[in-house]
């Protein structure tokens, strides 16, 4: 691999947008967890099947492992994103399309960290109203929606990525 060039991205007023929309969810998804952890029963929802239906259950200290891991994958992805000459790319790299590729690919990070955050917020949201009984599971469109918010985007950008070559 040539060596690809370096470049600071600007981020636009919808990627700056979605970075403070990311901190503030994650920071939300903190305060959901510590404030309810005290109310949880000792048991809870640790596991959903493919239809949404709780399948496995553990201690409620099991509940905070959620935003932790949340959070090293959110400042992982952070810090990744500020070097997109080290990411892979379905085109070649040139010093003609170097900027959009590495816009498109950060701008694709953002969104995949904003869904995650989200994911993982409607998961505990969901955990939580299943012990207090106010529903049963996550609920059969769950994983469809799941699937479709981390998935679209991405095929949407390799389809981008691959016709903007040049």
Known sequence: MKKRPQADIPLTSIDMAAEIAGWVLLAAVWILSMTSYGSLPETIPTHFNA???ADGYGHKQTLLGI??????LFVGM????RYPHIFNYPTAIT????LRQYTQ???LIRYLKLTI???FGLIIYFILRNVRGQSDGLGVWFLPITLGLTMLPILYYLVKSIRDKK
């Open 67 to 72: 935003p932790i891991i949340l959070s090293v």
């Open 51 to 53: 239809a949404g239906e």
């Open 95 to 98: 010093e003609d399309n170097y």
């Open 78 to 81: 952070t810090i990744l994103n």
């Open 105 to 107: 690919a950060t701008r």
């Open 117 to 119: 955050v989200l994911i």
